[in-house]
């Protein structure tokens, strides 16, 4: 009889509840997609668990539950709200993108561009590459998108400069002041050295990655920025963008991954194996 009177006080379920029920779902996904991979999820989780419970109590009429976790509810959203802060400026960047109607690159369902005005010299970007992975010579280099990226340039020595390999190279040759960092790209220029990038604290990083790979993750958190890793310890290139990396990547991937980013190419990267090394 207990359970026949508790759900004749269930409100009634309609089409609209249903439609609700969907889109929360979606949202969901695309969240936890999002947030894939960082100690953020185990956050969210805890605190979608403590909302149910919430709202179960609360249909139960457990006053004094029901009083305690809504006010748990009520700071943790305060608290959401600062521990999703990348998170949140990240999406608001892509909304607040000029571009973010225009023909490009697809976030949840809406689609935005990832196109500089200027072109690409993608051929001094490969050769620098690859004559630095030869030379087991550390490099990171930062491609600006739509997010450009004003802060992380000031934190480097700013400037502007054509883009060559000779000059990727004598950047990064380790008896240099401006090696130790990232160079940012943008517009097809070199626009600083010697940047710092914020290092990503994502609990699934292999122990092998060291700085450069955690800096290039933690910059593609943060914005929509590409990061090219080539390694100082195994010669390896890798390549990080929306917070996931690609390691051992071939200079023909490179090639064809920034040409069509950048400079409006059709050609689709090919799959590459995942390695382990740094």
């Known amino acids: 009889m207990l359970l026949l009177s508790i759900l004749k006080e269930l409100p009634s379920f309609n089409i ?9 779902g979606v949202l969901l996904f695309y969240v936890i997609k999002l947030l894939k991979g960082t100690n953020a999820i185990s956050i969210l989780i805890g605190f979608l668990v403590l909302f149910i419970a919430w709202k179960v109590v609360s249909m139960l009429g457990m006053k004094i539950l029901s009083e305690i976790l809504g006010q748990f509810i009520s700071l943790g959203v305060m608290a959401l709200i600062i521990i999703f802060q990348p998170e949140i400026r990240k999406f608001l960047i892509l909304i607040g993108s000029r571009s973010f109607t225009e023909k490009g690159k697809k976030f949840f369902f809406w689609k935005y561009s990832t196109q500089n005005s200027l072109t690409l010299n993608t051929n001094a970007i490969v050769q620098a590459c690859s004559h630095m992975s030869s030379t087991y010579t550390g490099a990171l280099i930062i491609f600006c998108r739509d997010n450009k990226l004003e802060s992380v340039i ?8 054509e883009l060559s390999s000779q000059l990727l190279e004598t950047i ?3 008896n240099t002041p401006l090696h130790d960092g990232a160079v940012i790209i943008d517009n097809g220029k070199i626009q600083a050295a010697r940047c710092i990038l914020p290092v990503s604290h994502a ?24 990061a090219v890793v080539v390694s100082e310890q195994t010669g390896k290139i890798s390549v990080a963008i929306d917070g996931h990396i690609k390691q051992g990547v071939s ?20 799959p590459q194996p995942q390695k382990s090394e740094d």
């Not at 609209?16 to 929360?24: G, K, W």
């Not at 200079?251 to 090919?270: A, G, W």
Request: negative net charge.
């Open 203 to 226: 609990n699934n990083i292999p122990l092998s990655m060291g700085l450069r790979h955690r800096s290039a993750l933690g910059i593609t958190e943060n914005s929509d920025a590409i």
């Open 251 to 270: 200079t023909q991937y490179l090639q064809e991954l920034l040409d069509k980013e950048f400079n409006k190419s059709t050609v689709k990267p090919q």
């Open 16 to 24: 609209f509840d249903l439609i609700d029920i969907v889109l929360v």
């Open 154 to 161: 000031a934190s480097g020595e700013v400037f502007q400069s």
């Open 172 to 174: 990064f040759f380790k």
